[in-house]
């Protein structure tokens, strides 16, 4: 799974050339200045309510507001280039030009659902402007003709694409394959009636996976079968898909997402990750295997920070690797190091995945946030024992031990950095901030002292990492209303129901459910990464946990690991892949050299399945 980018595509001429930069600067432009605007309004909603005492009663609903439009425009942003989630693997497999086929097909289902989906959007937005906000008192169709709007900046995107990326021949082509699907489907309706709830099968299972298979960004694939489902299988409207999309993104503390995507780039740029990567160095960077150490506790620390594990690597590999390589590593192994760190600290707050399950599960965020240290810290020693033996004879003769002044140099640097992950926790944990505003916390703080400590703030820089925030939000958040849509037509059939009762009957009671539970999230994070399996099968698997009285935290942080395995997991695992890019080589050196790290981290979710106390020892 990869995102492809507008290098991908020939540029367009002449006029066509022009509209698209043109249309191209307007859309990242208002995104980016949505992000701003989020996080002053929330800067200014944090700073009244705690120090002012005069709480903002109107900034959670302006907020959201502004949210769904930045998560629309930032999925067209994504669209634009090729940043929404996909898997490729089997694509790439076919020839060059069968490749190409699947692609234009790939495009021209995207084009076409977006086409077939303007019509109830626009019912979606009708009926919502007789109701009214809470507070504010303004229609509520001012919040929805954001999605509105974003399809018809997603088709046109999508229309652009598809004509400058595939031959009139294949369009052509495309679109007859797609209307004989459409005419058997439209026949196969009494047939659909008849067998029922067996129907999913054909289109939450059939078509996700086929959709996906070609290429199709995850969430199209999740619309399109939803969409294909109700119209095909029951008599709910499509319009319904809409609203249900915009009730899963307008969930507020899903806006933590930018913020923490963004903070992710600020402390990059800030210096404040290469402070800590520093000091670590310099305790046990001399030692035999120091550098391997250094890189997993530097992830532990990081990923308290950015939330996001693309920061994550992004921010420590570059430090590292050049050092690492001297002293003899192969780039696999670095690289397959990278990849399993990163699943380790999948439960370290602020963790988007942990976010996102308290959003869609109610499980409390703060409980969360707390849960996910030892369990990650277990991952973080399972994974030192394999660089133990792994390291036994490396060469680290000429590895510089530094002396006790230039550590208490290094500490001092890197006290600003070591100091924001307990800054954010405590925010969070002592209700200074929800999780949404600590990242407006983070971000300010990481400013300040990129500015005023570190003195490496680029200025120019700040507009493209708003334009990024709003583009990786978009993506992510798309597949969580998308999922959201999805999961509502499984519980309107009675899915639901049939899942509760099959997976009560599991043998072996509460740790059959959690083993089957831990096996399932592997699976699901491999193919469909942490949030849009968590959005899509968290409503239905934590309520049949707690009805079998497993400690709702406990299963959550399972369900999290477990994930966060899949999602690092070749073949599929898109994780993987991004760990690969990052350290700039070929999955096919990295994929034999995994496994060790991946069994020693299998070991640790039997551990913190077996022993609840790991996750919920301290709350």
Aim: glycine content about 8%; overall charge neutral.
């Amino acid at each position: 799974m990869e995102a492809t980018t507008t290098a991908d595509v020939p540029a367009p001429k002449g006029a066509v050339q022009r509209f698209d930069r043109l249309f191209g600067h307007i859309v990242e432009a208002i995104a980016a200045t949505i992000v701003l605007a989020e996080i002053i309004l929330l800067g200014w909603a944090t700073t009244a309510r705690y120090l002012l005492h005069t709480p903002l009663v109107w900034s959670d609903e302006v907020a959201t507001i502004l949210f769904v439009w930045m998560t629309m425009l930032g999925s067209v942003v994504a669209l634009r280039r090729g940043q929404h989630m996909r898997l490729t693997a089997f694509v790439r497999k076919l020839s060059s030009v069968w490749e190409s086929r699947a692609n234009a097909f790939a495009m021209v289902i995207v084009t076409t659902l977006l086409a077939l989906m303007l019509l109830p959007t626009w019912e979606h937005v009708e009926e919502r402007i007789i109701s009214v906000t809470p507070v504010l008192q303004i229609s509520e169709a001012w919040r929805e003709a954001a999605l509105l709007v974003g399809v018809v900046l997603m088709l046109i995107t999508a229309a652009d694409k598809m004509l400058r990326a595939s031959s009139l021949a294949q369009i052509a082509v495309s679109l007859v394959v797609l209307a004989a699907v459409f005419g058997c489907f439209q026949l196969a309706m009494p047939w659909f009636e008849e067998i029922g709830n067996y129907s999913l099968l054909i289109f939450f299972i059939g078509l996700v996976l086929l959709g996906i298979m070609l290429g199709v960004p995850i969430a199209f694939a999740f619309v399109l079968a939803t969409a294909a489902y109700l119209n095909f299988a029951s008599w709910v409207p499509i319009s319904i898909v809409p609203g249900r999309m915009s009730e899963g993104m307008s969930h507020m503390i899903l806006l933590s997402v930018p913020m923490f995507v963004f903070l992710g780039a600020v402390i990059e740029m800030a210096g404040l990750a290469q402070a800590m990567i520093a000091f670590l160095v310099s305790l046990i960077g001399h030692l035999r295997g120091g550098l391997q150490y250094v890189l997993l506790g530097a992830i532990y620390l990081v990923s308290g920070i950015s939330g996001a594990k693309a920061a994550d690597m992004a921010a420590v590999a570059p430090a590292l690797f050049p050092e690492m390589k001297k002293r003899g590593n192969k780039d696999s192994d670095l690289v397959s190091l990278l990849s399993a760190s990163a699943v380790m600290s999948e439960t370290i707050p602020p963790s988007i995945v942990l976010i996102t399950v308290g959003s869609v599960t109610g499980v409390s965020i703060a409980a969360l946030f707390t849960a996910g240290l030892l369990p990650a810290f277990v991952g973080m020693l399972a994974l030192c024992v394999v660089v133990f033996i792994q390291t036994r004879g490396e060469d680290n003769s000429q590895a510089r031990k530094i002396d006790g002044k230039t550590k208490l140099k290094l500490f001092i640097a890197a006290i600003p950095g070591l100091g924001l992950p307990i800054v954010i926790r405590t925010a969070v944990v002592e209700g200074v901030a929800t999780a949404t505003e600590v990242a407006t916390i983070g971000i300010i703080y990481s400013i300040i002292v990129g500015a005023l400590f570190y003195r490496q703030m680029k200025w120019r820089r700040l507009y493209p990492m708003l334009v990024d925030a709003a583009s990786l939000s978009g993506s992510i958040l798309l597949v969580v209303g998308a999922a959201t849509a999805m999961g509502w037509a499984l519980t309107q059939s009675g899915f639901s129901q049939y899942l509760v009762d099959l997976m009560q009957g599991v043998p072996g009671g509460k740790m059959g459910f959690l083993l089957l539970s831990a096996l399932a999230f592997i699976i699901l994070g491999s193919v469909l990464e942490g949030v849009p399996a968590i959005v899509l099968f968290g409503p239905l698997l934590f309520p049949i946990a707690k009805l079998m009285g497993i400690d709702e935290v406990h299963y959550a942080i399972v369900a999290v690991f477990a994930m966060g395995f899949g999602l690092f997991s070749p073949p599929f695992g898109v994780g993987f892949y991004l760990a690969c890019a990052i350290g700039r080589v070929s999955p096919d050196d990295v994929i034999g050299k995994v496994w060790p790290h991946l069994l020693a981290l299998f070991i640790a979710l039997l551990l913190i399945i077996f022993i609840p106390w790991i996750s919920i020892g301290f709350l």
